[in-house]
Each structure stands twice: as C-alpha cells, then as structure tokens.
C-alpha cells in the first residue's frame, strides 16, 4: 500500500538525515537559521546545549521539551480512517499554540517541523508555501527541481488548524495531495474510507479517495472565482 511505502521511505529518510542535521548545525550557518526560525516560531523557546556545538533538546517557553535524536528518529504513523500522519513532533508543535499571522508564519512552522525531523539538507531542497483555509492554513511542500534536479520524495501537505485567536490547535500531515479545506478533506475521506470498507474491505479506498480529493478540490475553486 502507499502509505506503508511511504512509512518505509519516511523512516529511511529520517535516518539518512540523522548524522546531517546535526553537522550541518555544528558548522555555523544552519545552526543560526534553525536557532532564528526557533524563535520565530517559538519565542521564548530554547535549543541545548546553548553554543555553537549541535542542539540536542528543544525547551519551549512553558518548559516542555523535545528531544532532537527522537525527533530525527520517529516513524510517522497513519490514523486509522482519518487520512493523517501523525508523529510525537507534530504532537509537541500542536501543544505550543503558535500564533501565526502570515502566509510567512504559517510557512516557516513547517520548515522549522523538517529542520527538526528531516535536516537542513531537505530544506533547502524545497519551497514551502502556505495558504488561509477556513480553519487555519494549508502548507504546500514542493521539491526545487530547478536547483535540485534528482528526484524526490512527495510530500503531502500540512494542515495547521487554528482557534479563534489564530493559534495553532494542531498540526497534522495530510496522507493525500489535497490543498483545500481542513473540512471538506475530512469529510472526504472519512466518508470513502466508511463506504469502501462496507463494499470490499477497502481494497479500491487509496483509488477513490484521491478520485474524491480531486473532484472537491475542483469544487472549492469553482467557488473560489465565484
């Protein structure tokens, strides 16, 4: 199945990245962008050991911590019927309540999230570009094969749902290239998930609901130019 190869390809990109990121910290340059994108994302927020050598904990300003091996280390995992991924990083980003206010704040969660769990490396090789949805924002991840013409892995998009004073509730890896609302991608695909498994055990569930994806993404634009 998709998503079981993309756990594989997630896990074996997670390990590769290991040894990556925290050289690539260590040697100054990316140090000081993860250490600037932290307090944008995170004011308040500390890495340690606090000096130039590699980061080895993530404290937030409440005090909750992240460890950064684990972090590099964790194997994503699909909810059941809902259609998301889900790691303990996205857990911990979702308990910050992050304000954000810009395409750019929306945006730079995310790159903070792989600088984290993937290393520098995979994000310079990407451009990340956020968009207001009703319920929060939607986080595209699109390879620069411009700059970086190898194939790459496809990275679905990130949702960020926010509470009435925009901060985040939680961050969550959709499973499926849907750019739309939070809404109508649950919905969807909790919808097909129900009816396919009642029909044949959900053998055809991966083939419809992108099928369903598409046809309401075009239904949101439809309406968008309205």
Not at 96 to 117: R, S
Not at 120 to 137: C, E, L, M, P, T
Not at 156 to 185: H, I, K, N, W
Request: a positive charge.
């Amino acid at each position: 199945m998709k998503i079981q190869t993309n756990m594989r390809s997630l896990a074996l990109i997670a390990v590769i990245s290991l040894s990556a990121l925290f050289r690539s910290v260590a040697g100054g340059t990316s140090g000081v962008e993860l250490r600037q994108l932290v307090q944008q994302c995170l004011p308040g927020a500390r890495l340690l050991p606090d000096a130039p050598a590699a980061p080895r904990t993530l404290i937030s300003a409440s005090g909750d911590t992240l460890d950064l091996m684990s972090a590099l280390l964790e194997n994503p995992e699909p909810k059941k019927g809902a259609g998301y991924w889900s790691t303990p990083t996205m857990k911990f980003f979702s308990r910050q309540h992050i304000a954000i206010a810009t395409t750019n704040g929306a945006a730079g969660v995310i790159q903070l999230f792989h600088e984290l769990t993937r290393g520098h490396s995979f994000v310079k090789q990407n451009i990340y570009r956020a968009s207001a949805v009703d319920g929060g924002w939607v986080v595209e991840v699109e390879h620069d094969s411009v700059k970086y013409p190898e194939k790459a892995t496809t990275v679905p998009p990130y949702e960020l749902l926010v509470d009435a004073s925009q901060r985040v509730t939680q961050v969550r890896e959709r499973c499926y290239p849907f750019a739309g609302s939070p809404a109508v991608y649950d919905r969807t695909v909790r919808t097909v998930y129900n009816r396919e498994m009642k029909l044949n055990g959900g053998i055809n569930y991966e083939e419809m609901v992108e099928k369903e994806l598409a046809k309401e993404r075009e239904k949101e634009k439809a309406e968008s130019r309205k």
